[in-house]
């Protein structure tokens, strides 16, 4: 059986302009547990040491640590660590790689007397618009160039993921955090998550049912230079269900199915649902975090981390 294992390091710190008297936060840090994705050890550290700190799961099974201040602070840090092991995805049964489009869209809807199987029935909450996923005509016209009758499902997600990708360009410049989706699809700009709420977006406005997954991918250094500490980023991708299956995974970032490379924190029905770190305070002023993210590979990590930088450094497998 074929695996590989990674070491991530996920940084996080705010220098506050002014003291901050409390403040909560949820972290969604924790990478889930799945048939192809094993967490190994994880270890979350944060400064100062908060006054109250809990785990529990969201309504999708997402972990999540809750930490509450009370106590006055300048500066907030956190740093989360962790060994993962991957094994290939679950391969597509020849039926599923048949399902029209049409029939699992009609499964989906709605009716006074129908009776959802179990699967159907979870499904059915990534069907509809969300706080940065709208359902839309526009979204709907753009996606039927790749959902033409009687095409199946899955042969159509991958048009529309190969679609995103040939026509939108990356651009970490166009778009921040919270800008709607509207406007990365009119300017065919953004970055993974506007490419991943637009997807989204197209997917849902034909009916479909389709979740954001948010983790982190494996980058590769260019030729001759050497992976950097910090260099990396949070990724986010797409996952539409299909009948018989489950769900597919899409990256219309990089217009291939994720794999042996994408490692997943979490989903949501869209970014707010999993967004890695999110909180209220009082006081603070104005303050951006500073964010540094290191996906490496088991075989690189003693080399990168040769001087002890991470509190995993004793782990061997």
């Not at 993974?192 to 479909?208: E, K, N, P, Y």
Request: aromatic residues 12%; contains cysteine; charged residues 25%.
């Amino acid at each position: 059986m074929t695996f590989v294992r990674y070491h991530v390091r996920h940084e996080t710190r705010y220098q506050y302009d002014s003291v901050v008297g409390e403040s909560h936060h949820l972290l969604r840090l924790t990478p889930r547990t799945l048939p192809w994705q094993r967490n190994l050890e994880h270890h979350l550290a944060i400064s100062p040491e908060p006054s109250m700190r809990r785990n529990f799961l969201d309504s999708l099974g997402n972990q999540i640590t809750a930490i509450h201040y009370i106590a006055e602070h300048d500066y907030l840090a956190i740093t989360s660590e962790f060994w993962v092991e991957l094994l290939a995805r679950p391969k597509l049964p020849e039926s599923a790689l048949k399902l029209p489009w049409e029939t699992v869209r009609d499964s989906l809807r709605y009716r006074a007397d129908r009776t959802f199987a179990q699967d159907h029935l979870e499904a059915t909450a990534f069907r509809f618009a969300s706080t940065n996923v709208p359902i839309d005509s526009r979204y709907a016209a753009y996606a039927e160039r790749a959902f033409t009758p009687g095409r199946s499902l899955v042969e159509a997600a991958d048009a529309l993921m190969r679609l995103i990708h040939k026509e939108f360009s990356f651009d970490p410049s166009a778009t921040e955090t919270f800008t709607p989706v509207e406007a990365a699809f009119e300017a065919r700009r953004g970055v993974c998550q506007d490419f991943t709420h637009i997807m989204l977006a197209c997917l849902r406005s034909v009916g479909l049912a389709a979740r954001y997954m948010s983790g982190y991918i494996l980058t590769h250094p260019p030729a001759g230079k050497s992976r950097l500490i910090g260099a990396d980023a949070t990724h986010a991708w797409v996952a539409v269900f299909v009948p018989e299956f489950g769900w597919l995974e899409l990256d219309p970032t990089n217009a291939l199915r994720p794999g042996l490379e994408h490692i997943t924190l979490g989903w949501g029905r869209d970014f707010s649902d999993i967004t890695p770190m999110r909180g209220v305070l009082l006081g603070g002023g104005e303050h951006e975090p500073e964010i540094a993210v290191t996906v490496v590979p088991e075989d690189e990590f003693a080399s990168l981390y040769a001087d002890g930088e991470t509190y995993l450094e004793g782990w061997t497998g």
